[in-house]
């Protein structure tokens, strides 16, 4: 009799990969909206026409520009005139340290967010002058220069002051640039800062109160309290969070969260961040998978041998 | 008629493949069995040895044990045999009894006498003195010294000092 | 009292004690297995050795796993994923087998309905295996609360909401079966104890009730063939091995089993290691929101199917037709009239009944996840229809079925 055991093989196979494709790829496609990466082009915002003088943008960041009214710049001996809570008490969200976003921002991006804060960010939805609804940063009108010039000389002074792209670790990226907004638990991070082990009680509880009154100023800044991240690189996986990260705007119409205006190599950083934190095994789980498969071949030829000599006697 | 159970060659090494994947899936198994790393760094206490008064003691709490912390006067220090100063303590200068605060018998937690200055292990009777040493048994040896190092005036237990791993190699405590 | 000797080896020993010999030849050498049958007869070891796989797993997961509403979702994504050693393994293994042993199932319950092994005897076979899906189900379902996250509370919802019966508005036990008015940490509790104890007990007890219910009648075979086992059996034992129709269930049936085990297991692994995202649905990590439904619902996708058939009608009818769906596998031995325990592909209409029923299962599972919304609606509509027509027509086509 001729031996059927192929084509029903072939039978099985098929059926069950046209249901896993109908559950699996096709279902998904259709249930979520395909954004594709731009690769953190930003080619909506202007290029910056005009070089740089660091001097001269140091000189605007700290007088006519007004940043350093709002943002310490830690390299450059200037520190937080807050707290945290205190910052986002008063500006909604804590404003940024300025002495890395040189390296971590694209300067297209840098360059806009100087002048029109939140058509950079994108949340212009958010925001309304005519209801009085004011962008906690004010947008920067020149100090009676050419504007153009005076913004690329502050991106330069950015740049000159910021550490070198191989510099920036992964925790940086994600603090300096979600860390403001979003708990990453498993990390032990805070929108204030990493979560210590505090000995006594009283000191705990006194964080918690800081904690707490961070996460009410930026409940009410953004709508809601932006999430915690943790397990985001499961729930979500890497192309949602890294095209998210590009382009809130893309995937969810109306979303308080800014566009953060990261480079690519940021975005990366990021990620690699989040997959530290949901995804912790990942290097040992490919590592001890290709052992377990090369094992588990050999567990099925040495069965199929076995299968063999035994069923020589049977025909 | 050929024995039925005989498996033959291939089927013994089959069964030689099959024990070699039980075997490894044992090792995952022993292996989620150890402390998790939180347990293991949470392994290490820091005692701020300034806050101790003279011949009262003071019990802290290192991976679950109870840790008796004992400052000696200068009455009881001068007191001392040999045998009992070796287990000794010094931090900034103060002499320290610190031990494990389970009776070396069956570990029943010792209280101690101020006025005797001794501990009784209420279970069987045992005694130690206030350097930790047995005065009376049941107990096999005295109280047990958790591993220790000295920072300043601070003590980190958990970790060995050069002073512990003397009192290891000399027998002092186990 | 048994008469016992001095024993010359340790095997005569237990044998004496145990009967090890006779046990050996019920359970393994004289345990006959047809010889014309293929690789779909390895379904039941490879559930076995699945099962095996989530027994295992499980257990390690209970060493670390919380129920508490507060700490479930954290022990299982930070301390069994990120703290324990291999954690992510035990739990890996878990969720690909939790899914994977469905297909098996789905695969091993096609086998019987295509061969017709649920007739002539086999009806217990048959009825003991539907008691075991229905019970895997519920051991599905328990299992996919425990993780506490937005999937595990909103098909808590969803699926203790069904209890209702729909304008019978039974919310009283609805609330009985949460023990709450939502589903909380009375609700975590009982389905945790269900999904560790009761449901596995009552597992391991209908897997002993389905070999038995085997025994008697024996595996059926690729051909529909009645064979005299014992007549087979002496001439194997004469040394007629090649000549006779049946062969040993150890070794010889054993040694293809495990053959076909090991290919499953290289499928098995790789899902685990490198493709387990269809089993760990990605808005499970979310934690649980009571006040946050997530985008899509949907169930996993051995529910599709039966979802699906709720899903399209008005809330009255569905649950009749979910209910509906739910049991009536179970009255396939009865509702086929036909005499023949054959090959579907020899049973005329019969056949064609077979591939629509398959194909129309897929379509509805593929439906059920799908939105309902524009032609997915129309489509899992008429599929849904399809099915219970298709169990109503089943008695008519078999009882003027051509005996063969």
Redo the contacts between chains.
């Keep these: ?1 001729k031996n ?2 192929p084509l ?2 072939v039978v ?1 196979i098929f ?2 990969l ?3 494709y ?3 790829p ?2 998904h496609h ?2 979520h909206k395909e954004v594709i990466s731009k690769n953190f082009a930003y080619a909506d915002l202007p290029a910056i026409t005009k070089t740089g003088d660091a001097t001269r943008g140091q000189e605007l960041l700290m007088g006519a520009g007004a940043c350093v009214g709002c943002h310490s710049i830690e390299v450059a001996g200037i520190p937080a005139t807050m707290t945290p809570h205190d910052a986002a008490a008063a500006y909604g969200v804590n404003p940024p340290d300025l002495s890395n976003m040189g390296v971590m921002y694209d300067e297209k991006f840098l360059a806009d967010v100087i002048k029109n804060p939140s058509h950079a960010m994108m949340n212009e939805h958010m925001f309304d002058a005519e209801k009085g609804l004011m962008h906690p940063m004010p947008p920067f009108y020149g100090a009676g220069g050419d504007i153009d010039q005076e913004v690329a000389d502050m991106v330069a002074y950015m740049q000159s002051i910021s550490v070198t792209k191989e510099d920036v670790t992964p925790k940086m990226a994600y603090e300096n640039a979600c860390g403001r907004c979003h708990a990453l638990e ?1 990390e032990k991070w805070t929108q204030i800062g990493t979560h210590k082990n505090f000995k006594d009680k009283k000191d705990d509880l006194a964080y918690q109160i800081d904690f707490i009154k961070y996460k009410e100023s930026i409940t009410g800044f953004m709508g809601k309290l932006p ?1 915690d991240l ?3 690189i ?4 890497e192309h949602f969070i890294s095209t998210f990260i590009e382009d809130p705007q893309a995937h969810l119409p109306g979303t308080s969260m800014p566009r953060v205006g990261v480079t690519a190599d940021t975005a990366e950083k990021v990620i690699e961040y989040l997959k530290d934190a ?1 995804d ?2 990942r290097v ?3 590592e ?2 290709q052992y ?2 090369i094992y ?2 050999i ?6 041998l ?2 063999r ?3 020589k ?3 | ?1 050929k024995n ?2 005989r ?1 033959g060659f291939m ?1 013994k090494a ?1 069964g030689a493949v099959a024990a070699v994947g039980a075997i490894g ?1 044992l090792v ?2 022993k ?4 402390p ?3 347990v293991k760094a949470a392994g290490f206490t820091t005692l701020d040895m300034s806050v101790y008064q003279e011949n009262k003691l003071a019990v802290e709490k290192w991976r679950g044990k109870p840790i008796f912390v004992l400052k000696k006067t200068a009455a009881m220090v001068a007191d001392q045999t040999e045998i009992q100063s070796v287990r000794d303590i010094v931090v900034d200068g103060a002499h320290y009894m610190v031990s494990i605060g389970l009776c070396t018998h069956l570990g029943c937690i010792p209280s101690y006498n101020a006025n005797d200055k001794d501990f009784l292990c209420a279970c069987h009777g045992g005694k130690f003195d206030y350097a930790g040493e047995v005065t009376k048994v049941p107990p096999p040896r005295g109280l047990d010294i958790p591993p220790f190092k000295i920072e300043g005036n601070t003590l980190v237990l958990g970790e060995k000092g050069p002073e512990y791993m003397k009192m290891k190699e000399t027998g002092v405590t186990l | 009292m048994a008469h016992f000797t001095k024993a010359t080896s340790v095997k005569d020993w237990l044998d004496q004690r145990l009967a090890i010999v006779k046990v ?1 030849k019920v359970m393994a ?1 004289e345990y006959w297995i047809p ?2 049958i ?3 007869w390895a379904m039941g070891m490879i559930l076995a050795v699945t099962f095996s796989l989530l027994l ?1 797993s499980g257990i ?1 997961l209970l ?1 670390y796993y919380q129920p508490n509403i507060d700490t479930a979702f954290y022990s299982v ?3 069994i ?10 739990r ?1 293994v878990h969720g690909v087998a939790a899914s994977v042993i469905f ?1 098996i199932m789905y ?1 091993h319950m096609f086998t019987g309905i295509y061969y017709g092994s649920y007739k002539k005897g086999r009806e217990m076979i048959w009825l003991s295996g539907m008691l075991l899906f229905v019970t895997f189900s519920a051991e599905a379902f328990s299992g996919y609360m425990l993780p506490w996250g937005q999937m595990s509370y909103w098909a808590g919802m969803v699926i203790t909401n069904l209890f209702a019966g729909g304008s019978l508005h039974a919310d009283g036990l609805v609330e009985w079966i949460r023990g709450d008015y939502v589903p909380a940490q009375a609700f975590l509790s009982r389905f945790f104890m269900l999904h560790v104890i009761l449901l596995p007990l009552a597992i391991m007890g209908l897997i002993g009730l389905h070999f038995a219910a085997l025994r008697i009648p024996h595996v059926n075979n ?1 051909d529909g063939e009645e064979i005299d086992f014992e007549a087979e059996s002496k001439k194997y ?1 004469a ?1 007629d ?2 000549g006779s129709k049946v ?2 269930f150890g ?2 049936f054993m ?2 089993d ?2 076909i ?3 499953y ?2 499928f098995f ?2 899902l ?3 493709n387990y ?2 089993a ?1 649905d ?6 649980a929101d009571g006040l946050k439904t997530p985008a ?1 619902i949907y169930p996993e ?1 051995y529910f ?1 199917w039966s979802y699906e058939i709720l899903r399209p009608f008005s809330v009255d009818v569905g649950l009749i037709a979910f209910g509906f769906a739910q049991v009536i596998f179970f009255a396939l031995p009865f509702l086929d009239r036909s005499p023949n325990a054959v090959a579907a592909n020899r049973r005329g209409l019969f056949a064609i009944w077979f591939w629509v029923m ?1 194909v129309n299962m ?1 379509v509805l ?2 439906m059920g ?3 309902p919304e524009g032609i997915y609606s129309t489509i899992g509509y008429v599929a849904a229809l399809l099915f219970m027509a298709q169990w109503l027509v089943l008695p008519f086509i078999t009882k003027f079925e051509k005996k063969v």
Excluded: C
Excluded at chain 3, 81 to 90: C, N, Q, S, T
């Design positions: 009799m059927k055991e029903i093989a099985v059926f069950s046209v249901t896993y109908l559950v699996e096709y279902a259709v249930l498993y999430p943790s397990m985001y499961r729930s979500r996986g949901g912790t095994k040992e789980r490919e001890i998978g377990v498969m588990i071949v567990f099925a030829i040495f069965a199929f076995w299968k000599q035994v069923w006697e049977l025909h | 008629m039925n159970t498996r089927g089959f899936s995952a198994m292996k989620t069995w150890d998790l790393p939180s | 050996e050498s010889k014309n293929n690789f779909l295992v390690f060493m994504n930070y301390t994923m990120r703290e324990v050693d291999f954690g992510w393994l035990w890996h297909l695969i690729q034992l040394g091995k090649a062969m040993r070794n010889d040694s293809k495990m053959t085990v090991g290919l297991l290289v692994f790789y685990v290691f490198y995202g269809f760990m990605p808005v499970n990590f979310d934690p899509h996708w599709l398959l897929i599972t593929a996840k799908l939105p």
